[in-house]
């Protein structure tokens, strides 16, 4: 099978350095940060962030985690399975049908450290010190990154006076995951479906050897392969309810996963849920004549039910079917 891409090299994402030691609030540094987050939201919907918040050391850790949790039995992995009121799965395992490569593990609240015990203790009932630490620690230097992204986003609207509730308003969740390297007669197959993310904004990481992540232009014509380009890279994320939110000032990139080798790709990343029972709306200090209101007040529960737990049709089309004015 081949999998139709049309790509005009050199085409890459834009990359923003959070690496700096003065990047703080209200600094000449953080402005200059800002007005590239938003430009590369509003163009890409997404971007390549340095931050070297996570040393090579524990990038190493999370992803030899990863690999140790899979390697686990399946009904160890299955016992930590929960799913939603919405079908969907978003605590312990999960696997989608239609993506055999694609495994899951979900820590939802993972800044709360007894909901990583509590998944840790079900799949190592011995223990696992390491593995909850590690996966504590590296969740944190997400979570610290999302911070800045989303406040200098809300910024970028002049929306300060929302940013603490916006912080507040959703849920981390960390994900590791896995895609089974493919067989050896086999070229290339889709390891996830092209979808938009529907949270508020996904941090992805992933092991250095597999790449596979590829994210559509706006304009729709090509493909970009997201290649991070080193240790420090994290590939920062658009999602729907951050669109809604921003009166479409953001854009949700259209992404899919291409796996091509016979070698496994584990991906850690930060998924920021909008909280249960938040309905979201845009400010109106940012709707106007020349701006009108584009959707109606969005329950992202909901929308999740609607778009329901697989990727299909789920695009920006199928959002304004949803909740478009
Ligand atoms: O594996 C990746 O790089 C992307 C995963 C993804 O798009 C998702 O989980 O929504
Ligand atoms: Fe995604």
Request: hydrophobic content about 35%.
């Given at each position: 099978m081949t999998?139709?891409?049309?790509?005009?090299?050199?085409?890459?994402?834009?990359?923003?350095?959070?690496?700096?030691?003065?990047?703080?609030?209200?600094?000449?540094?953080?402005?200059?940060?800002?007005?590239?987050?938003?430009?590369?939201?509003?163009?890409?919907?997404?971007?390549?962030?340095?931050?070297?918040?996570?040393?090579?050391?524990?990038?190493?850790?999370?992803?030899?985690?990863?690999?140790?949790?899979?390697?686990?039995?399946?009904?160890?992995?299955?016992?930590?399975?929960?799913?939603?009121?919405?079908?969907?799965?978003?605590?312990?395992?999960?696997?989608?049908?239609?993506?055999?490569?694609?495994?899951?593990?979900?820590?939802?609240?993972?800044?709360?450290?007894?909901?990583?015990?509590?998944?840790?203790?079900?799949?190592?009932?011995?223990?696992?010190?390491?593995?909850?630490?590690?996966?504590?620690?590296?969740?944190?230097?997400?979570?610290?990154?999302?911070?800045?992204?989303?406040?200098?986003?809300?910024?970028?609207?002049?929306?300060?006076?929302?940013?603490?509730?916006?912080?507040?308003?959703?849920?981390?969740?960390?994900?590791?995951?896995?895609?089974?390297?493919?067989?050896?007669?086999?070229?290339?197959?889709?390891?996830?479906?092209?979808?938009?993310?529907?949270?508020?904004?996904?941090?992805?990481?992933?092991?250095?050897?597999?790449?596979?992540?590829?994210?559509?232009?706006?304009?729709?014509?090509?493909?970009?392969?997201?290649?991070?380009?080193?240790?420090?890279?994290?590939?920062?994320?658009?999602?729907?309810?951050?669109?809604?939110?921003?009166?479409?000032?953001?854009?949700?990139?259209?992404?899919?996963?291409?796996?091509?080798?016979?070698?496994?790709r584990y991906?850690?990343?930060?998924?920021?849920?909008?909280?249960?029972?938040?309905?979201?709306?845009?400010?109106?200090?940012?709707?106007?004549?020349?701006?009108?209101?584009?959707?109606?007040?969005?329950?992202?529960?909901?929308?999740?039910?609607?778009?329901?737990?697989?990727?299909?049709?789920?695009?920006?089309?199928?959002?304004?079917?949803?909740c478009g004015?």
């Open positions: 999998i139709s891409s049309k790509t005009r090299f050199p085409l890459s994402l834009p990359v923003i350095d959070f690496s700096s030691r003065d990047l703080k609030p209200k600094t000449p540094e953080w402005d200059s940060v800002r007005t590239r987050v938003r430009k590369a939201l509003e163009e890409y919907g997404c971007f390549e962030a340095l931050f070297d918040g996570a040393s090579t050391e524990l990038r190493k850790a999370i992803f030899k985690a990863a690999e140790e949790l899979y390697d686990l039995p399946l009904e160890t992995k299955l016992s930590t399975k929960v799913s939603t009121k919405s079908g969907q799965i978003y605590k312990g395992y999960g696997t989608i049908p239609t993506m055999p490569l694609y495994e899951v593990m979900g820590f939802y609240g993972v800044d709360n450290p007894e909901v990583v015990d509590d998944l840790t203790y079900k799949l190592w009932p011995q223990g696992n010190i390491t593995f909850s630490k590690n996966v504590q620690s590296f969740a944190e230097k997400l979570i610290e990154l999302n911070v800045k992204v989303r406040t200098m986003i809300l910024e970028s609207f002049g929306l300060e006076k929302y940013v603490k509730d916006h912080l507040n308003s959703a849920t981390n969740q960390f994900q590791l995951i896995k895609y089974k390297g493919l067989s050896d007669n086999t070229e290339e197959k889709l390891g996830f479906d092209p979808h938009i993310d529907r949270q508020f904004l996904t941090i992805l990481s992933q092991n250095d050897v597999v790449d596979g992540l590829e994210i559509k232009t706006k304009d729709g014509e090509e493909w970009i392969k997201s290649k991070p380009s080193q240790d420090s890279s994290f590939l920062v994320m658009a999602g729907a309810s951050l669109h809604v939110l921003l009166n479409g000032g953001v854009f949700p990139p259209l992404h899919r996963v291409v796996m091509t080798g016979k070698k496994d991906v850690a990343g930060l998924f920021l849920r909008p909280k249960e029972g938040l309905i979201i709306n845009a400010p109106e200090e940012i709707v106007d004549d020349e701006h009108p209101r584009l959707y109606k007040p969005f329950d992202y529960e909901d929308y999740v039910k609607f778009t329901n737990t697989y990727t299909k049709k789920r695009d920006l089309s199928n959002l304004k079917t949803y004015i």
